[in-house]
């Protein structure tokens, strides 16, 4: 038959493994969920990554076409300079020297309203 010292260490016994297996048990739903919120966040980052590398192509392909549109404006400019700058050399070269503007005559506004020139 067992002893009351044999139950007194039989309970002790008892008690020590639940206290281990209670914070095993608990370690491992704590593990568990916290690898979970770490793959949530994860999961969440990698979408949002994914959105803003969509919006970002787009917007650099919105780029490229403005950029474009201003080079080719940047280069009709170009080469109006150039070809103002041709013409007044050759003018220059010929001995016109006279401003090169050309003036409207003055409009009159006549009793009526009407503009005239």
């Known amino acids: 038959m067992i002893g009351q010292e044999n139950w007194d260490f039989i309970i002790a016994g008892g008690t020590v493994a639940s206290v281990v297996f209670a914070i095993v048990s608990a370690q491992w739903r704590l593990s568990n969920w916290l690898?979970?919120?770490f793959t949530l966040v994860k999961d969440l980052v990698y979408s949002n990554i994914k959105e803003v590398t969509k919006k970002l192509e787009y917007h650099e392909q919105?780029?490229?076409v403005r950029f474009s549109q201003i080079d080719k404006a940047l280069n009709e400019v170009r080469l109006n300079m150039a070809v103002h700058q041709a013409v007044n050399a050759v003018l220059d070269h010929n001995g016109y020297k006279e401003k090169r503007t050309v003036r409207r005559p003055a409009r009159e506004e006549t009793?009526?309203?009407i503009i005239s020139n």
């Open 35 to 37: 690898s979970n919120q």
């Open 62 to 64: 919105h780029d490229d």
């Open 111 to 113: 009793s009526s309203g």
